[in-house]
């Protein structure tokens, strides 16, 4: 990036490349509920357009949705936003568009970047509920399952850091440790990786270990469990 331009926004352009299947249907109600939740907490500003909008478009919708359907009608939504954006500030801003709101920094500009800004999060948004809709019983079993398991070997170290424990000398090991509690949802991030739990230790990406590789650093051990490691050599490492 040249002195003077401004940094890209990365993602303006991004849609997602597929449907995802539902496990139950999205109650158009529901979506309307969550969305505007949604943009209360994050751009409150908008909540009389997108509510307008919604409103609108919906009156040709079925009242709840299947994958397919949802992926269609969330491309007419977040079109309808972006002419509704670009009006708003035709009609209301029309003969201040070129004057300079901010130091090299004219309204038409400024306002059309906060927007990309606030349709990029309108669409992970939409995205966000249709994974949340396609979750299936079995990866919410699963997830308790990780969840259970990283709870319970926090303790374990929580006690062994707390109460210590004896050495081959007779001394005691004990000290501080960050810990994972409240932080087991991490293990959900496993069901969109692609994990290869059989692979020897001594494996590496592309000589023996086939899949993704994660890094937990603070209070996500659950994430490491959840690809395949285990107690014992998260423990000793």
Do not use: C
């Not at 970047?113 to 396609?134: C, E, I």
């Not at 969840?147 to 004896?166: A, H, S």
């Amino acid at each position: 990036m040249a002195q003077g331009e401004l940094p890209e926004i990365f993602g303006s352009d991004w849609i997602p490349k597929s449907t995802l299947d539902f496990t139950q249907p999205l109650l158009a109600v529901a979506a309307r509920r969550e969305i505007l939740l949604f943009v209360t907490q994050q751009h409150d500003g908008k909540i009389s357009l997108v509510a307008d909008i919604w409103d609108h478009l919906i009156t040709s919708e079925p009242k709840q949705f299947e994958g397919p359907s949802w992926s269609k009608f969330s491309k007419r939504f977040i079109d309808g936003l972006s002419k509704g954006l670009v009006s708003q500030l035709d009609s209301k801003m029309a003969e201040e568009k070129q004057s300079e709101v901010i130091p090299r920094r004219d309204v038409e500009t400024y306002v059309t970047r906060r927007n990309t800004h606030f349709l990029l999060d309108m669409k992970l948004m939409l995205r966000r509920l249709a994974h949340y809709m396609s979750v299936t019983v079995k990866q919410r079993l699963d997830w308790q399952s990780h969840m259970t398991r990283t709870r319970y070997m926090d303790e374990v170290l929580k006690q062994i850091f707390t109460d210590g424990i004896e050495t081959p000398d007779g001394s005691k090991f004990g000290g501080k440790g960050f810990r994972s509690t409240w932080q087991e949802a991490v293990v959900a991030v496993a069901s969109g990786l692609k994990s290869n739990p059989n692979a020897d230790l001594s494996a590496t990406p592309g000589n023996g270990y086939q899949g993704d590789l994660v890094a937990p650093m603070i209070r996500d051990v659950g994430l490491a469990l959840a690809m395949g490691d285990t107690p014992l050599s998260v423990m000793a490492a």
